[in-house]
Nanobody, 117 residues
Framework: QVLLVESGGGLVQAGGSLRVSCAASGRVSSITNMGWYRQAPGKERELVATITRTGSANYADSVKGRFTISRDNAKNTVDLQMNSLKPEDTCVYYC???????????WGQGTQVTVSS
């Protein structure tokens, strides 16, 4: 089992920045990928960014150039720095990780990010 606890988020004006963080505990040695999804009311959850254990990152087209994902394997944390925020970035952001060798997903409880226009 892996437990993910998020922090950060909140309310910011358009064009501003926020950082969300996620700390993993439990069977952390089995974690492979980590990252963030987001979900707006009435919409499906979408992948925002993901990072491998070796630091290779991928981003949704909608956030490329604005968001940066980082990971600290020693601390078992993954952060998402969000710059140039837009009202359409308003969502609940969920931290996730996968474990191996049989892939299994774990999720955080979610943290609200609200961008006002």
């Amino acid at each position: 089992q892996v437990l993910l606890v998020e922090s950060g988020g909140g309310l910011v004006q358009a064009g501003g920045s926020l950082r969300v963080s996620c700390a993993a505990s439990g069977r952390v040695s089995s974690i492979t990928n980590m990252g963030w999804y987001r979900q707006a009311p009435g919409k499906e959850r979408e992948l925002v960014a993901t990072i491998t254990r070796t630091g290779s990152a991928n981003y949704a087209d909608s956030v490329k150039g604005r968001f940066t994902i980082s990971r600290d394997n020693a601390k078992n944390t993954v952060d998402l720095q969000m710059n140039s925020l837009k009202p359409e970035d308003t969502c609940v952001y969920y931290c996730y990780c996968t474990t191996g060798p049989l892939v299994r997903y774990y999720w955080g409880q979610g943290t609200q990010v609200t961008v006002s226009s």
